[in-house]
């Protein structure tokens, strides 16, 4: 595998990195770790002339309790972890291998590229079996016809900042905004977040109450050493002086955006936890588009995502 040559500019400041970009006007990528956009990069897939490198921005590694800095790397989570809500050190351990957590940031694993066995191929597989409208194609090859891509957000991260309500900061040529983790993702595997043109993910943030909430995680991949996931499932649940408030249930990588459903007091004491895990995922289910474009089989993906709601339902509200 060799890379396609593309020219490197290494900024030391977030507002160099986007005057760049804006110059460059869609010909440049943002890379953090580089784990992600130089594989596909590998793989000839939107390939530009320019490579902004984000490592030097001092400002993107800033880790607190309550902000975790995009440049923040997945090894750091873990090395941090007793400083962070506990489901975020857990997570991160499942993401990929060790060597690739040192380098792989938490920017670009929420800005993860979707993946589908059609998309993440070589130029010469693609060549000879057709490729995707993702890559140079012009249809979908799981669901032809379809206008838009299903490949599944493939980031563990995502659906665990969901439950935790987090905020993104985003800088970009007209100034910083804060969006919601809820809200930035769009469900459509090409144009998969909000970011427009030229802008960075500068910081996560983490709402006050954050203490307040105990979540966990859990994670369906072919190979536990080290894969994506198939399915992912994060639970969290508020409590004020013991009791619980507020439950969040968030599915990951089982469509081009992750789901949140959120409930109240009232249902959780209406129904047992089983009745509850089955309303969440009818409901839930309908913004599930699992198709066949990863390594498992949908109806898998699905029913373990069933199964993984109520097992934590039953772990978080016992
Ligand atoms: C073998 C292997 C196994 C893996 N297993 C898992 C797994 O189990 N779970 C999982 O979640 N992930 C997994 N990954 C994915 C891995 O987590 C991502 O590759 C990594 O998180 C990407 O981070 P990065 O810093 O290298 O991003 P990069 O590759 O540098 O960037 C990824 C994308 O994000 C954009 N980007 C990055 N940072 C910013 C920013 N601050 N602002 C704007 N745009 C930005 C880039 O332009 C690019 O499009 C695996 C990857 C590999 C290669």
Same mark, same amino acid.
């Given at each position: ?18 005057? @760049? ?33 984000? $490592? ?10 309550? @902000? ?49 066995? #059609?998309?993440?191929? $070589?130029?010469? &597989? ?19 016809? $379809?206008?838009?891509? #299903? ?33 930035? &993702? ?18 996560? @943030? ?44 968030? @599915?990951?990588? /089982?469509?081009?955006?992750?789901? /949140? ?18 309303? /969440? ?31 934590? /339902? ?5």
């Amino acid at each position: 595998m060799s890379l396609p040559s593309f020219q490197l500019h290494i900024p030391c400041t977030t507002d160099e990195a986007i005057s @760049l970009a804006k110059r460059f006007d869609g010909d440049s990528a943002f890379m953090a770790g580089g784990t992600d956009l130089l594989n596909n990069y590998a793989d000839d897939l939107d390939v530009k002339t320019h490579v902004i490198a984000l $490592s030097k921005i001092r400002e993107l590694k800033a880790l607190s309790g309550s @902000l975790i800095g995009s440049g923040v790397t997945i090894a750091e989570l873990i090395d941090n972890q007793a400083m962070l809500p506990s489901v975020i050190g857990e997570t991160a351990r499942l993401i990929a291998g060790p060597a690739l957590r040192n380098v792989a940031t938490v920017g670009g694993n929420l800005l993860l590229a979707g993946r589908c066995v #059609y998309f993440n191929r $070589s130029k010469l &597989y693609r060549c000879s079996h057709g490729a995707c409208m993702k890559a140079e194609g012009q249809e979908c090859i799981t669901v032809p016809q $379809s206008k838009r891509c #299903y490949a599944p957000i493939s980031g563990d991260l995502a659906p665990v900042l969901l439950v935790l309500d987090a905020r993104f900061v985003i800088a970009g040529p007209s100034g910083a905004r804060v969006v919601a983790a809820r809200d930035f &993702y769009r469900t459509d595997g090409i144009y998969s977040n909000v970011l427009g043109p030229a802008e960075i993910l500068v910081q996560v @943030l983490l709402p006050d109450d954050v203490h307040e909430v105990t979540a966990r995680y859990l994670k369906l991949r072919s190979r536990s050493a080290m894969d994506f996931p198939e399915a992912g499932v994060a639970v969290a649940v508020k409590r004020n002086e013991g009791i619980p408030v507020e439950l969040r249930v968030a @599915l990951g990588a /089982l469509g081009p955006a992750p789901t /949140l459903a959120v409930r109240q007091t009232g249902e959780l004491s209406q129904c047992s936890t089983d009745e509850l895990a089955e309303r /969440l995922w009818k409901e839930m289910s309908t913004d599930v588009f699992a198709v066949r474009n990863t390594s498992l089989q949908p109806g898998y993906r699905r029913e373990m995502a069933q199964l993984f709601i109520r097992r934590l /339902l039953k772990e978080l509200l016992k």
